[in-house]
Nanobody, 115 residues
């Protein structure tokens, strides 16, 4: 089974930017969609953004205009560019992909937005 590994998390000040990467151990061509979820302390996991093979991307209202999801199938990688970060964006961010009936999750990467 293909594994997903996130990277790029860390500590950033409010208003700053980070780019998360999710690299798969195999091809993501058949993954539809791929996406990012996040889970803040004491809260449930929530959708951040999804990107299908073809079609429009979708974002949570809380990140629209600030986050951008993209995928580079040739590199088996999905990205999440996060700009104008806010303290409420602090969470563990998980990469997600679905191929057929199989769902695959990464182990998560921590993003902390604090001054």
């Amino acid at each position: 089974q293909v594994q997903l590994v996130e990277s790029g998390g860390g500590l950033v000040q409010p208003g700053g930017s980070l780019r998360l990467s999710c690299t798969a151990s195999g091809s993501i061509i058949s993954f539809n969609p791929m996406g990012w979820y996040r889970q803040a302390p004491g809260k449930e996991r929530e959708l951040v953004a999804v990107i299908p093979i073809v079609g429009r991307t979708n974002y949570a209202d809380s990140v629209k205009g600030r986050f951008t999801i993209s995928r580079e199938n040739a590199k088996n990688t999905v990205y999440l560019q996060m700009n104008n970060l806010k303290p409420e964006d602090t969470a563990v961010y998980y990469c997600y992909g679905r191929t057929g009936y199989v769902e695959v999750w990464g182990q998560g990467t921590l993003v902390t937005v604090s001054s």
